[in-house]
């Protein structure tokens, strides 16, 4: 990759999202950083910055169209074009004790609008640059609990967890929007995969009570690895650190 190769990360001053645009920037592209909040995308920028990367921030609340077209128009102005865009912008939504019968419809909305309908108005915004590139990606960061299988499947550890009607159906949503993105975008050459970079130690799963060793970088791997892919590379799959992750 070159720095004329452009990414933008959504979502991207903290977590696995800092780490993927840590990661992108280490490959020589020049990454835009993307937060609803300008002081800590300005600080996450910078940190990344001081190390010698080619990162900017970037002004862009996933839920807000006007946002996201400013920002669109702002990559536009400067840049013309788009190499790579990891959706990684994301909200749990998890209340304690609240299983699908007595969750609040408002809460299964907010969830869904930030982690699908987000994907949604932050894709279709970019993709005029997205199409300007030559071989663009789209990475969707899913997560293992949007897999039906693995809900399904009695010797699953995920059969096992507590009933949730936010967060899991809407990264399964997640993961069938990426499947109609790829059919739609494949006859332009861009790759559209959903990522599982599995449970990392980060403020995102802090409150779970659960021991987790894995490292925001290693969640990121498998997202710069499908943000990289080759031209014969796969699209419209949902993958993990393994491989294929079953729907």
């Given amino acids: 990759m070159t720095a004329t190769t452009i990414a933008l ?28 909040d300008a002081q800590r995308g300005e600080a996450a920028a910078a940190r990344l910055r001081a190390a010698g990367a080619d990162v900017h921030p970037l002004v862009l609340d996933v839920t807000d169209p006007v946002a996201i077209q400013s920002a669109a128009a702002h990559v ?27 969750t609040r419809p408002e809460l299964v909305r907010e969830v869904f609008e930030t982690n699908v309908v987000g994907v949604l108005m932050v894709t279709n915004a970019f993709l005029p640059l997205l199409r300007r590139a030559a071989a663009a990606r789209i990475v969707n960061v899913s997560s293992g609990v949007g897999s039906l299988t693995h809900h399904t499947t009695p010797d699953h550890y995920m059969s ?88």
């Fill in 160 to 247: 096992g967890l507590p009933a949730l009607a936010g967060y899991p159906p809407s990264k399964t949503a997640l993961n069938a929007l990426t499947i109609q993105y790829a059919k739609e975008l494949g006859k332009d050459g861009i790759l559209v995969n959903a990522a599982a970079p599995g449970a990392c130690a980060t403020d995102f799963t802090k409150d779970l009570g659960l021991s987790i060793t894995r490292t925001a970088a290693d969640g990121a791997a498998v997202i710069v690895r499908l943000a990289t892919l080759g031209p014969d590379g796969p699209t419209g799959g949902f993958f993990d650190d393994d491989g294929t992750v079953p729907w």
């Fill in 76 to 102: 536009a102005d400067r840049y013309g074009h788009l190499d790579v865009l990891v959706n990684n912008a994301g909200i749990s939504g998890h209340r304690a004790g609240e299983a699908p019968s007595t």
């Fill in 9 to 36: 990360v959504t979502g991207a001053n903290k977590g696995i999202g800092f780490e993927v645009a840590a990661q992108l920037a280490a490959s020589g592209m020049t990454v835009l950083l993307a937060a609803r």
